[in-house]
């Protein structure tokens, strides 16, 4: 480990120490290699998208927009191999909200993502993607139903 020694003006120092203080992190040299992992993850992916990565994906759907539900498991069922877990909660009488883990190739799983939030009736859809290093990529479903 290398110790690095960085200035920056007192306002911005504040921040900081609210942020370690707001995020409980035990101290500044945590916070700040979550930062610095953060931003390079975010430019590793920026710069390949076919960088692989998980992901989450979560989103509130109208329960009762016309045939939503059942497009929207189409949707998973036909991206089989990008979606391989979902969780679905029943918020209320109209709307559920979803949560769906995928892996893949970061602009698959962003195109899949899209695809989901972009239909009508779905709300607050929300990416996060996590930069991984997978062993053995060939892992994906191969298996023939
Ligand atoms: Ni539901």
Known sequence: ?????????????DAFDELVKKKSYLNRSEAFRD?????????????SDSSWCVGTLT??????????ANRLTEMQHNHHDIVVASQHVHLDHNNCLETLIMRGRANEVKACAHAITSQTGV????LHIIPVELSSPSTRMATKF
């Not at 480990?1 to 120092?13: F, G, Q």
């Not at 390079?40 to 920026?46: I, V």
């Not at 989103?59 to 939503?68: G, I």
């Open 1 to 13: 480990m290398r110790r690095l020694t960085i200035s920056v003006d007192n306002a911005l120092a």
């Open 35 to 47: 930062l610095v992992r953060k931003e390079l993850g975010d430019a590793e992916l920026e710069d």
């Open 59 to 68: 989103y509130v759907y109208d329960h009762h927009a016309r045939q939503l």
């Open 123 to 126: 709300h607050h859809g929300n």
